[in-house]
């Protein structure tokens, strides 16, 4: 990472780095809330199995 930042730096591209650096912030954010989201859905969807399973018990009384 030091030789590229070592490129952009000889270079003057520092606004380059800033873009770079924003573009790999915004796609960690963007992994961590698709993982969060997948995380909900789980949890979510036990929570359909265990109203289902309730139903199944109680519903018909």
């Known amino acids: 990472m030091g030789s590229v930042l070592?490129?952009?730096v000889s270079?003057?591209?520092l606004a380059d780095l800033a873009?770079?650096?924003w573009?790999?912030?915004v796609t960690?954010?963007?992994l961590v809330a698709l993982?969060?989201?997948g995380v909900a859905n789980r949890r979510f969807d036990l929570f359909v199995q265990e109203l289902a399973r309730f139903?199944?018990?109680f519903g018909d009384r």
């Open 23 to 25: 573009a790999v912030g």
């Open 35 to 37: 993982q969060q989201l």
């Open 55 to 57: 139903n199944r018990k």
């Open 28 to 30: 960690g954010l963007l």
């Open 11 to 13: 270079r003057a591209d």
């Open 19 to 21: 873009l770079l650096m």
């Open 6 to 8: 070592d490129a952009f």
